[in-house]
């Protein structure tokens, strides 16, 4: 009588060689003309969200274009339809705009710590606790509201197609 196990590993079966590993993969080479280029993208995306964010405050752009979590994935969708390479494209540039973004000098983002380590550089010492806690609070307030905006604009722009 065979044991209740024995089903589950047949006699036939042979056992499997686990995979060789290279100790040492190749060396992966990056072209002097693809870094150029990865560098001018980048610089193109960020000069482009710079004039949009001027432009947006001097009143020469819509700010309707700005756009939260519904629109890149409603946008990631479509660009998917074109293929990987598009779709990476995508999550590149919504990478350096984010990037980008973080670095603004709002308290609770990058950029903000920055300010508060310039401003202890200048003064010789640190803000106080209550001034950093103030500015956490503004910071927060800020993103919160660029965030509701953002999604607000989702829905009115998913609402008119």
């Known amino acids: 009588m065979r044991k209740p196990i024995d089903w589950l590993m047949p006699s036939t079966i042979a056992p499997r060689k686990a995979p060789q ?11 002097p003309a693809a870094l150029w280029l990865g560098v001018k993208e980048t610089w193109f995306v960020i000069d482009r969200t710079l004039a949009y964010i001027g432009g947006v405050f001097t009143g020469r752009e819509a700010a309707d274009q700005v756009g939260g979590p ?19 494209h995508l999550a590149a540039v919504l990478s350096i705009s984010i990037g980008l973004l973080n670095l603004f000098p709002v308290p609770l983002l990058d950029g903000g710590h ?8 200048v ?26 905006f953002a999604t607000y604009n989702d829905i009115l722009h998913l609402a008119a197609s």
């Open 21 to 31: 590993i290279d100790p040492m993969p190749p060396m992966m080479t990056v072209s």
């Open 70 to 88: 519904l629109r890149i994935a409603q946008i990631s969708g479509q660009v998917a339809t074109i293929g990987l390479t598009a779709l990476i």
């Open 114 to 121: 920055l300010l508060f380590y310039a401003v202890e550089a």
């Open 123 to 148: 003064r010789g010492r640190p803000l106080s606790d209550r001034a950093q806690e103030f500015g956490f609070r503004i910071g927060l307030g800020l993103v919160l509201m660029l965030m509701v």
